[in-house]
């Protein structure tokens, strides 16, 4: 498995992440369909406008040998002791390798920890198995289905992620 590290992200990371914002495949899974193309200035007055909410915590996942930034996880929508989680893999060269995985232990480590948050939730696409398979691993459980959307949701708290560790 490929070593990583999650930082928050900063501003000059929007000259990465417009490409991969640009990229029909990276969105093929999610709810999001790039309609027009974003520039480096778009993707970074965007990324400003999403820095400065006090209800979101977004970070970079990063490759520990030589901190590259490969992908985005977050926090959104942190409600007192619960939040909705959200990730992606921009680089696609690292689709497959547990990345994802390990991303989202750090990150729930960091939500139920440094948050103290109760439970974080998630939406993922059936269609998206190989994503829906990793949250398995990692603890997150199956509660329903988005009627908008028929995406699945799933669910892990504090306790169930202690547990796995």
Known sequence: MTPIYIRPLVLADAKTSFNWRNDPEVWEYTE???DLYISPEL??????????????????????ENDQYIGNIQLLDIDG???????????????????????????????????????????????NVPAWKAYQKVGFESIGENKKNGFMKMAISKNEFLTIL
């Open 81 to 127: 002791e619960k939040a909705s989680y959200h990730i992606f893999i921009g680089e696609k060269s690292f689709w497959g390798r547990g990345i994802s995985q390990s991303a989202t232990k750090l990150i729930l480590a960091y939500a139920f920890s440094e948050l103290n948050l109760e439970n974080v939730s998630l939406e993922v696409n059936p269609l």
């Open 43 to 64: 993707e970074e007055e965007w990324l400003k406008a999403k820095l400065s909410r006090v209800n979101e915590k977004r970070f970079a996942i990063c490759l520990e």
């Open 32 to 34: 999001y369909q790039p």
